[in-house]
């Protein structure tokens, strides 16, 4: 394992490998660093010069927090040697191959992602599939219609690896020969252990990737991050169906307010009771499959105008 310094800045105080009390930096503190870091002319990797570091006037509460990091930079070493054993690799925002797609989110890009199989899935865009966890059977049968679709394409799937709309697209994609992309917001370490999972990691077809520990379990705030992940990686996100509650919801209405990748929603059998307020929104109604077709050839168009949400 080989690390440039900058990579391993951005590990060390944005992550909480080798001891979860770590008072790691969040998303957006780290992004403020980098900049504050910039206007100074240093990389990340000067956070190792104290010297250097010096010249950035940080305040001194600032300071001292990431002295604090950076003294226990071994520990995270350590962890990251025991994850690459495993199978796990990291990619950080200060690597040359950080996925395109998930630079573009700026201060919202997470520092660090962990993942296990084909990395370059990530700059292959595809299409994202989404929906509620207790779906229709008919809306199975769309998630599965666009996912298997997609994949004689040859378009990744992308989606969250959650039970319901996700897992039934992730699965079709993969029966019918296709490669997807799962963003977890939860326990990578624990989703590896799988029999199928590790089957479908060796075809060279599958990604998992979470921007959390590895380790850690399920949480609604994953779950909000790993959605602005699912639309920015995918070239088109379709909604199968969603209600006006939900992380399908905040997902799908974070995505169209903030502007985050492109939006369609089903319209027609198996669509969720919010399917038509996502519709009003701005997101684009699509009622077969070649209509996704037509609004992936519209890759370059500007989306349209959003309109203000009702979320209460």
């Known amino acids: 394992m080989k690390l440039s310094n900058d990579a391993k800045a951005v590990l060390v105080l944005t992550t909480r490998l080798g001891d979860s009390r770590r008072p790691s930096l969040a998303p957006g503190q ?3 660093l980098s900049r504050a870091l910039g206007d100074a002319g240093l990389t990340p990797g000067n956070v190792f010069d104290s010297e250097a570091l010096g010249s950035a006037g940080l305040d001194p509460e600032k300071r001292e927090r990431i002295d604090a990091l950076v003294g226990d930079a071994a520990t995270v070493v350590v962890e990251l040697e025991s994850l690459t054993s495993k199978g796990i690799w990291t990619v950080t925002i ?5 996925p395109a797609a998930l630079r573009r989110l700026d201060h919202r890009a997470p520092p660090v992602l962990f993942g296990v199989g084909e990395r370059s899935l990530l700059d292959s865009g595809g299409v994202g599939v989404v929906g509620s966890r207790d779906v229709s059977e008919e809306g199975v049968a ?7 679709a997609a994949a004689g394409r040859g378009l990744p799937v992308v989606s969250g690896g959650a ?3 996700d897992q039934q697209s992730m699965t079709a994609a993969y029966e019918a020969g296709g490669s997807v992309v799962g963003v977890l917001a939860d326990s990578l370490l624990q989703r590896i252990r799988s029999a199928d999972v590790r089957a479908s990691l060796d075809t060279g077809a599958t990604c998992l990737i979470t921007a959390q520990h590895p380790n850690t379990g ?3 705030a994953a779950a909000m991050a790993r959605n602005k992940l699912v639309y920015s990686l995918a070239d088109v996100t ?5 209600e006006a509650k939900g992380g399908t919801w905040e997902g799908a ?3 169209l307010t903030q502007r985050i990748g492109r939006v369609a929603v089903w319209r027609g059998q198996g669509q969720g009771s919010a399917n038509d307020q996502l519709i009003e929104a701005g997101a684009r109604p699509i009622e077969s499959v070649d209509q996704l077709w037509e609004l992936l050839a519209e890759a370059e168009a500007p989306m349209p105008q959003q309109m203000t949400i009702e979320l209460g």
Do not use: M
């Open 253 to 255: 209405t974070e995505a």
């Open 238 to 242: 379709v909604v199968v169906a969603s």
């Open 142 to 148: 769309v998630a599965r219609e666009i996912a298997a």
């Open 94 to 98: 200060a690597d040359d191959d950080y």
């Open 218 to 220: 399920f949480s609604p």
């Open 163 to 165: 039970r319901g709309v």
């Open 30 to 32: 780290w992004h403020s």
